[in-house]
């Protein structure tokens, strides 16, 4: 469960994180092992396993995220970022909560790996 995770843990108080932002919604922390000068996450409060997981009722929520990352990637001061959502272990997932990395600050080649 979305809850169970390091994220989960997070979101309850139980582990501290670097907060960049907080709403009823969703919380965004910096990256303890970052891609780039600036890597945010974005997760929801609602423990949501993956965008695969995401369910029609949560339509609003996940573009409140979207609209999160923006806002962030702005606060940090980048003019250029990337949004990633992994949905699964084979697509890099290692956490099993919903978060949208945020990353930016240095160039970023295509593909990504």
């Given at each position: 469960?979305?809850?169970?995770?390091?994220?989960?843990?997070?979101?309850?108080?139980?582990?501290?994180?670097?907060?960049?932002?907080?709403?009823?919604?969703?919380?965004?922390?910096?990256?303890?092992?970052?891609?780039?000068?600036?890597?945010?996450?974005?997760?929801?409060?609602?423990p949501i396993e993956s965008l695969r997981s995401g369910a029609a009722e949560?339509?609003?929520?996940?573009?409140?995220?979207?609209?999160?990352?923006?806002?962030?990637?702005?606060?940090?001061?980048?003019?250029?970022?990337?949004?990633?959502?992994?949905?699964?272990?084979?697509?890099?997932?290692?956490?099993?909560?919903?978060?949208?990395?945020?990353?930016?600050?240095?160039?970023?080649?295509?593909?990504?790996?």
């Amino acid at each position: 469960m979305a809850d169970d995770t390091i994220f989960g843990k997070i979101l309850r108080g139980e582990i501290p994180c670097d907060e960049v932002y907080s709403d009823e919604q969703c919380l965004a922390f910096r990256d303890v092992a970052p891609q780039a000068p600036v890597h945010v996450l974005v997760i929801p409060r609602k423990p949501i396993e993956s965008l695969r997981s995401g369910a029609a009722e949560d339509a609003a929520l996940l573009g409140h995220l979207l609209l999160v990352a923006a806002r962030v990637a702005k606060q940090e001061g980048l003019d250029d970022f990337r949004t990633v959502i992994n949905s699964g272990a084979g697509a890099g997932q290692t956490v099993f909560h919903l978060h949208v990395h945020v990353i930016g600050g240095r160039p970023l080649a295509w593909p990504p790996g």
